[in-house]
Antibody, heavy 118, light 107 residues
Framework: QVKLVESGGGVVQPGRSLRLSCAAS????????VHWVRQAPGKGLEWVAV????????YHVDSVKGRFTLSRDNSANTVSLQMNDLRVEDTAMYYC???????????WGQGTLVTVSP | DIQMTQSPSSLSASVGDRVTITCRAS??????LAWYRHKSGKAPERLIY???TLDVGVPSRFSGSGSGIEFTLTISSLQPEDFATFYC?????????FGPGTRLELK
């Protein structure tokens, strides 16, 4: 059974850092890209970033470029999202999801909540 | 960036109703579009990928069509579990972008 589990969320002050993790199981992790998506309270879904299956490439939405970076450990089946210089507007539920051959992503994890508050 | 719009933004309907949601892209995206259903408090679920391919295990009451800039998701007979928010996703060009969502509410 394909499963992704996010962790690392919490409450943090603006300007601080947080590192989220996505642990995967039930599939050959090194063969798939991993995406991150977030949903701010009361808002819609926003695609955040992707890391290639071998970690050689990543792409981010403009609002997080220069602040968020991705890394992955294919031996441990994990992806990390390092979030620096956090802003109030980064407050959201963060989901990781497995990339698919049709360029989209599924399934998703259950999410981890990040709250950035003074 | 490619902008995605959805209509309607919300819809009141009854169990058994037929519903169609439209998604439009600001530029052509081929068939690189997916539809997701998001129930409150749960992870989003993919329903359709490549614009018209039903995901494994998704009921046949869901169907998708379109290519280029205009796409539709049709639910032929609403079920109680369909009262949720539906999103389209363009996965043609980074940054990927979601539509703003269509919230289905029970009439």
């Amino acid at each position: 059974q394909v499963k992704l589990v996010e962790s690392g969320g919490g409450v943090v002050q603006p300007g601080r850092s947080l590192r989220l993790s996505c642990a995967a199981s039930g599939f050959t992790f090194r063969n798939f890209a991993v995406h991150w998506v977030r949903q701010a309270p009361g808002k819609g879904l926003e695609w955040v970033a992707v890391i290639w299956k071998d970690g050689s490439y990543e792409y981010h939405v403009d609002s997080v470029k220069g602040r968020f970076t991705l890394s992955r450990d294919n031996s441990a089946n994990t992806v990390s999202l390092q979030m620096n210089d956090l802003r109030v507007e980064d407050t959201a539920m963060y989901y990781c999801a497995r990339g698919n051959i049709a360029f989209d992503f599924d399934p998703w994890g259950q999410g981890t909540l990040v709250t950035v508050s003074p | 960036d490619i902008q995605m719009t959805q209509s309607p933004s919300s819809l009141s309907a009854s169990v058994g109703d037929r519903v169609t949601i439209t998604c439009r892209a600001s530029q052509g995206i081929g068939n690189n579009l997916a539809w997701y259903r998001h129930k409150s408090g749960k992870a989003p679920e993919r329903l359709i990928y490549a614009a018209s391919t039903l995901d494994v295990g998704v009921p046949s009451r869901f169907s998708g069509s379109g290519s280029g800039i205009e796409f539709t998701l049709t639910i032929s007979s609403l079920q109680p579990e369909d009262f949720a928010t539906f999103y389209c996703l363009q996965c043609n060009t980074y940054p990927y972008t979601f539509g703003p969502g269509t919230r289905l509410e029970l009439k």
